[in-house]
């Protein structure tokens, strides 16, 4: 059985508070999907945000349940594949809006992607600060095509962009232990 790690999105509504979450389990030796949840959590998404239009504008199943419901299957679904990291497109955010998964070893996929140093496709023409990292640009939509995906929007609806930056990870090719732990 290989090593397995997830992919984890959320979305969060007018008041800051998480309303939907997007996972996908997939391996570390291909980054191959395996598994997957999609959950909107109905108080929250009550209060409605920027991104609701984009919830329920999915061909996955959608779980609907509370939060601690909607937690405590996630957990399941982790632990019952053997997921130790969590990977997110910008993962203090993801982590900040789930505390109840701070166990997990999370890891930041901007963090490689959106540096020249670590990300060969970075045209030389765009600024970057003296860190590497691009000055600005460098959201999922636009990392998606600068890694040559050149008809892709984002949705904003958590499990589709958890798998867009499954995406980025493959496109940009590089081992899991290459993303820094936050």
């Not at 959320?10 to 598994?35: H, P, Q, Y």
């Not at 019952?80 to 993962?91: H, I, M, P, R, T």
């Not at 020249?116 to 000055?135: E, M, S, V």
Request: a negative charge; charged letters at 30%; aromatic letters at 10%.
């Amino acid at each position: 059985m290989s090593r397995r790690f997830a992919v984890i999105d959320t979305e969060t509504n007018w008041k800051d508070e998480v309303m939907s979450i997007g996972v996908l389990i997939a391996r570390t030796k291909n980054f191959k999907r395996t598994d997957s949840r999609y959950y909107i959590l109905p108080r929250a998404e009550s209060v409605g945000g920027m991104y609701s239009g984009s919830m329920r504008i999915t061909s996955h199943e959608i779980l609907t349940k509370h939060r601690p419901d909607a937690i405590d299957d996630l957990k399941y679904l982790l632990n019952s594949n053997g997921v130790d990291d969590l990977f997110a497109y910008n993962a203090s955010f993801d982590k900040r809006h789930l505390p109840e998964l701070s166990d997990f070893c999370w890891h930041d996929i901007m963090k490689v992607a959106a540096y020249k140093q670590h990300n060969p496709h970075i045209p030389d023409h765009l600024p970057c600060c003296g860190t590497g990292r691009l000055k600005r640009g460098y959201g999922v939509e636009r990392m998606l095509h600068i890694l040559g995906v050149d008809d892709y929007c984002e949705t904003h609806n958590a499990v589709i962009d958890a798998r867009d930056e499954l995406k980025i990870m493959e496109l940009l090719g590089y081992d899991i232990d290459f993303y820094p732990e936050i």
